[in-house]
């Protein structure tokens, strides 16, 4: 049972090129999210989709977008990379959202360097 | 805004000590509150979630307590072993939004 990958697991940038990084989970999970993990800020919510065919903004949408594929991928796109775009994105998947009893599951991550 | 902190930074304890992480919010209007462990260049695992409505979860040596009045959670590990060494982060719900503290990185030492 994978759980929730996401690929690549290491990406280098040029400031002002673009990506999408990817995520995929087998859980059947309703709601799926992108965080990013900065030193000294703890991890912080971009986007989220509580369920297939919407999406709403986290804490820090600015410089990115989103696509709920369909119930099982959540992709996360830059158009326009910048250095403070530099981090660690990690991918998480729940069953319902907004929900007392709601535990995340998480990716491994992708380190992104932006130049 | 929900702010969530954790206290201490770091932590570095001899095997077989029992320890207490803390964990503190600033909005009591919370769904649940979540325990995570991160090993280094890992993602997240979720060890234990606390329901607003509960006062505590255990699953073996770990113990969660929360005290949404006062915002504060704390997760007792007991009899440490050099396997619980991680980094260890309280994250709060307040639906679909969730909000992480810094973290507390654990060493036991053999």
């Known amino acids: 049972n994978a759980g929730v990958t996401q690929t690549p697991k290491f990406q280098v940038l040029k400031t002002g090129q673009s990506m999408t990084l990817q995520c995929a989970q087998d859980m059947n999970h309703n709601s799926m999210y992108w965080y990013r993990q900065d030193p000294g800020m703890g991890l912080r919510l971009i986007y989220y989709s509580a369920s297939e065919g919407t999406t709403d903004k986290g804490e820090v949408p600015n410089g990115y977008n989103v696509s709920r594929l369909n119930k099982r991928e959540f992709s996360l796109r830059l158009e326009s990379a910048a250095p403070s775009q530099t981090s660690v994105y990690f991918c998480?998947?729940?069953?319902?959202?907004?929900?007392?009893?709601?535990?995340?599951?998480f990716g491994a991550g992708t380190r992104l360097s932006v130049l | 805004k929900q702010e969530v902190t954790q206290i201490p930074a770091a932590l570095s304890v001899p095997e077989g000590e029992n320890l207490v992480l803390n964990c503190s919010f600033t909005?009591?209007?919370?769904?649940?509150l979540q325990w995570f462990r991160q090993d280094p260049g890992k993602g997240l695992t979720s060890l234990l979630l606390i329901q607003s409505s509960q006062r505590e979860q255990t699953s073996g040596r770990l113990n969660a307590s929360l005290d949404k009045s006062s915002g504060r959670s704390t997760l007792y590990i007991a009899a440490s072993q050099p396997g619980d060494s991680a980094t260890y982060l309280c994250a709060v719900s307040t639906g679909n939004q969730f909000y992480f503290g810094t973290g507390t990185s654990l060493t036991v030492i053999p």
């Open positions: 998480a998947s729940s069953e319902l959202g907004g929900q007392a009893k709601n535990i995340q599951y």
């Open positions: 909005d009591s209007a919370i769904y649940n």
